[in-house]
């Protein structure tokens, strides 16, 4: 553990401290959070700078900032921690042929393939999607806990919209269709996905 700077270190803990410390995680949850943070702990990957890359969503930053600061501590923490090692990612919106939806969101990735922690096991970024915007139906084999920083909703299948809250968790099982959903404010949310699973 020689190369991870301490700021990248910081963030890790502080995803995984409130990733733990959200109420009512599902037992499923945890053992796949064990999984990722465990695996963090055990190795360190390949550190490869990338070049830094903003898009126009980014301009919510500072709102998504704010907006994190009103929540339990674990939130706050999280926010500031995300914050210091923003500046070294570079962000991307997913392909889609909607140009709204191009110009309203963006995500990052901080530790996985394209992040600036190479490795291949687990991955973990952040979505920020302007307010009143859809994130679309996805879904993807890794099993996948959100870190919430928004008062934004997520939906799974045809179920209806949950409001997790600031400090609150989601939790999607391998597969499974999911999207999510700003409303007046912007929606900041960390990822963690076990891909090696
Ligand atoms: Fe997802």
Not at 49 to 54: A, Q, V
Not at 153 to 182: C, E, F
Request: hydrophobic share 40%; charged share 20%.
């Amino acid at each position: 553990m020689t190369n991870r700077s301490p700021e990248l270190q910081h963030f890790i803990d502080s995803v995984q401290n409130a990733i733990l410390a959200s109420d009512g995680l599902p037992e499923e949850a945890r053992t796949v959070a064990g999984h990722i943070y465990g695996a963090l702990a055990e190795r360190e990957g390949d550190h490869k700078p990338n070049e830094p890359k903003r898009q126009p969503v980014c301009n919510h930053l500072p709102a998504a900032y704010e907006n994190a600061r009103k929540g339990p501590d674990a939130a706050i923490q999280l926010g500031e921690a995300f914050a210091a090692i923003e500046p070294l990612l570079a962000w991307n919106p997913k392909p889609t042929d909607d140009p709204v939806f191009r110009a309203n969101h963006a995500n990052a990735v901080i530790v996985g393939v394209d992040g600036i922690e190479q490795r291949y096991d687990a991955r973990i970024g952040v979505s920020l999607v302007a307010p009143d915007t859809i994130y679309p139906d996805h879904n993807h084999p890794p099993q996948e806990i959100y870190a919430v920083l928004t008062d934004g909703a997520w939906r799974q299948n045809d179920g209806p919209w949950r409001k997790p809250g600031l400090g609150g968790w989601v939790y999607n099982p391998a597969n499974i269709t999911h999207a999510m959903r700003s409303y007046e404010t912007p929606l900041l949310a960390v990822w963690s996905l076990w891909v090696k699973g």
